[in-house]
């Protein structure tokens, strides 16, 4: 039996048979070019999303692991008890029903673009070259997979930047990929396991970051 749970940001699987975890996005796409360049080909917006959805899965697939803690013996899920679930991540490239629009922009090499994500409508926006590794001033990672954290509710962690104040927690922490760096912290899934503990009756996860 699997467990669904559906939410505006993303959908929750839990496969007891796979022991795996998926969170399953929705984009819905726009595709636009920077003045002077050609118009986006099926092939190109095709090739784009596949690769953008390996950056994300080779960064945030297969790292977290959710530990299954069944809390009454006679728990009809007493099966799930100590079994260990995979975390993984897939966007799917729809035309409707989407959880988030994401507007990629084809733009010049010179261009400078500022890639965002605004939860309160579901938007995000990205350059076509963010499925690539950028390396600006102390900033070393693919941008894409810093903006995905943030359609999972995590902050960016790099303090000032450009006049803005962002959470200062952890601003010191620069190999952080919610900061300018590229490695996952546990902390990046605190809303999903919040969500993922609320799915089954009686049963509860512990995370853990498997480097």
């Not at 690539?132 to 941008?143: A, E, F, H, P, Y």
Request: hydrophobic letters at 35%.
């Amino acid at each position: 039996m699997n467990y669904i749970k559906k939410t505006d940001a993303y959908d929750i699987y839990i496969e007891p048979s796979r022991k795996t975890i998926v969170i399953r996005q929705k984009w819905k796409y726009i595709w636009s070019v920077a003045s002077g360049l050609p118009n986006w080909s099926y092939l190109e917006k095709k090739a784009w999303h596949q690769k953008a959805d390996n950056v994300i899965w080779l960064q945030w697939g297969s790292h977290f692991v959710f530990w299954a803690l069944v809390h009454d013996e006679n728990n009809s899920n007493v099966s799930l008890h100590k079994k260990e679930f995979n975390l993984e991540f897939d966007i799917q490239w729809v035309t409707t029903d989407q959880h988030w629009t994401a507007n990629v922009k084809k733009i010049g090499a010179s261009e400078d673009f500022g890639s965002k994500v605004n939860p309160s409508d579901k938007k995000i926006y990205l350059a076509h070259t963010d499925v690539k590794r950028r390396i600006v001033s102390n900033i070393n990672q693919n941008t894409v997979k810093h903006e995905f954290g943030h359609t999972i509710a995590v902050n960016d962690e790099y303090g000032k930047l450009n006049g803005n104040y962002y959470d200062p927690i952890y601003v010191n922490d620069t190999k952080a990929l919610m900061n300018v760096g590229n490695e996952l912290r546990a902390r990046y899934i605190r809303d999903i396991k919040i969500k993922v503990n609320k799915m089954i009756p009686g049963v509860t996860f512990a995370t853990f970051l498997d480097k």
